[in-house]
């Protein structure tokens, strides 16, 4: 049987792609998840690892989908060879279970890793002069200013929730989660 799994790294990102790549090059079940890949235990893909015995092909769109370092990439592929699966990944090929194909795996694993840590660190400079700047603030920015926020809540005084976030566009949800905040 042939195998396929897709995993994007948060729900704001999209899984089609990777699906209908694996699609066309003959997968025939698709496990997919929208699950971080710092994290070594994922649902779908322990469930599929649990599923793939001898004669199956894994496939996968890129190698970073699939392990989150050099040292799990080489010893989950050791262990799926040790159970006679094989491996496509579709940037990169079938990893073959020999010495240069191994050798192959560790190369273009440590170079995903090194990628992965790279955005990292990118991303920690970033912020770090972002925090620099005044004004800065960190998280996402506020939707509402502090004054239609007091206007929503005068308007509670004589309206029901739904009714204030009809007139004003404030969900129901924010309008109860600002109510409570100022009653602490």
Same mark, same amino acid.
């Given at each position: 049987m042939i195998y396929g799994y897709a995993r994007v790294s948060t729900v704001g990102q999209d899984l089609e792609a990777q699906i209908q790549q694996l699609e066309a090059n003959g997968v025939q079940k698709i496990y997919s998840e929208k699950?971080?890949? =710092?994290? #070594? &235990?994922?649902?779908?893909?322990?469930?599929?690892?649990? +599923? *793939?015995?001898? @004669?199956?092909?894994?496939?996968?769109?890129?190698?970073?989908?699939?392990?989150?370092?050099?040292?799990?990439?080489?010893? =989950?592929? #050791? &262990?799926?060879?040790?159970?006679?699966?094989?491996?496509? +990944? *579709?940037?990169? @090929?079938?990893?073959?279970?020999?010495?240069?194909?191994?050798?192959?795996?560790?190369?273009?694993?440590?170079?995903?890793?090194?990628e992965r840590d790279m955005i990292v660190e990118r991303t920690q400079e970033g912020k770090a002069i972002a925090k620099q700047k005044e004004g800065f603030k960190e998280g996402r920015p506020k939707s509402y200013t502090e004054k239609q926020l007091n206007h929503a809540v005068i308007l509670l005084d004589s309206n029901s929730y739904n009714e204030v976030a009809a007139i004003t566009g404030i969900s129901k949800s924010t309008l109860i989660r600002e109510i409570r905040k100022r009653k602490s």
């Open positions: 699950f971080t890949g =710092t994290k #070594k &235990e994922r649902p779908e893909f322990t469930q599929l690892l649990d +599923v *793939l015995q001898s @004669g199956d092909t894994l496939i996968i769109t890129k190698l970073d989908r699939f392990a989150r370092s050099t040292v799990d990439a080489i010893t =989950t592929v #050791k &262990e799926l060879f040790s159970r006679g699966v094989r491996i496509h +990944v *579709l940037n990169m @090929g079938i990893i073959e279970d020999t010495v240069t194909g191994r050798l192959i795996l560790t190369i273009f694993s440590g170079f995903a890793e090194f």
